[in-house]
């Protein structure tokens, strides 16, 4: 089992900038991968951000250019660099740890974080 705390959430005004954080525990050898998702009142989920153990990130092409994954395994922490956020970023920002032992394919979820931009 991993345990994922995301944190760094808040308010902010449109063309600022906010870091989240996402802090993974427990069973971290079974992490493959790592990512970012939101979710905006009545939408669905959407990826976000993702980055593989080797460093590979993708991205969603609505934040291209403005937000940035990045990763330390040595503290297993997840970070999503956002900046120039628009009032459509607003949404809860979800941590996503793809998990792998042998042919066993699963995820695990952080609880979210709200991320507000507003005029």
């Known amino acids: 089992q991993v345990q994922l705390v995301e944190s760094g959430g808040g308010l902010v005004q449109p063309g600022g900038s906010l870091r989240l954080s996402c802090a993974a525990s427990?069973?971290?050898?079974?992490?493959?991968?790592m990512g970012w998702y939101r979710q905006a009142p009545g939408k669905q989920r959407e990826l976000v951000a993702t980055?593989?153990?080797?460093?590979?990130?993708t991205y969603a092409n609505s934040v291209k250019d403005r937000f940035t994954i990045s990763r330390d395994n040595t503290n297993n922490m997840v970070y999503l660099q956002m900046n120039s956020l628009k009032p459509e970023d607003t949404a809860v920002y979800y941590c996503?740890?793809?998990?792998?032992?042998?042919?066993?394919?699963?995820?695990?979820w952080g609880q979210g974080t709200q991320v507000t931009v507003y005029s």
């Open positions: 427990g069973d971290i050898f079974s992490i493959s991968a």
């Open positions: 980055i593989t153990n080797g460093g590979t990130t």
């Open positions: 996503k740890a793809d998990q792998r032992s042998g042919l066993r394919r699963w995820s695990s």
